[in-house]
């Protein structure tokens, strides 16, 4: 069974920055294609950032474009997003997920508990 712990939410000012973590258990984090979505209050949920099972291939929400940078340890069997110059509009709960077989889907296989990141104006 796969567990996804994430880490490093905060509040943080306006054009700040964060590191969200996401440790992976129970299998190695380069047999998944991962992701990170986000869901802020009162709206859906929605990818942020994803890569592929390869590595090769990576996505982003048109908006954390240039912002944010998504990577994987494998040594340390851990998913990554570096967050920078953060708006209040990323305030949000933010999820990791891994699935075996489908890149950046929503409905992926394992997903952690979430981290709250919180970004004052």
């Known amino acids: 069974q796969v567990q996804l712990v994430e880490s490093g939410g905060d509040l943080v000012e306006s054009g700040g920055s964060l590191r969200l973590s996401c440790a992976v258990s129970?299998?190695?984090?380069?047999?998944?294609?991962m992701g990170w979505f986000r869901q802020a209050s009162g709206k859906e949920r929605e990818a942020v950032s994803c890569?592929?099972?390869?590595?090769?291939?990576?996505r982003y929400l048109e908006s954390v474009k240039g912002r944010f940078t998504i990577s994987r340890d494998d040594a340390k069997n851990m998913l990554l997003l570096q967050m920078n110059n953060l708006k209040p509009e990323d305030t949000a709960v933010y999820f990791c997920?891994?699935?075996?077989?489908?890149?950046?889907?929503?409905?992926?296989?394992?997903w952690g508990q979430g981290t709250q990141v919180t970004v004052s104006s």
């Open positions: 997920a891994a699935d075996r077989f489908y890149y950046c889907s929503g409905t992926s296989e394992y």
């Open positions: 129970g299998d190695r984090v380069d047999e998944y294609a």
């Open positions: 890569m592929s099972r390869s590595g090769t291939s990576t």
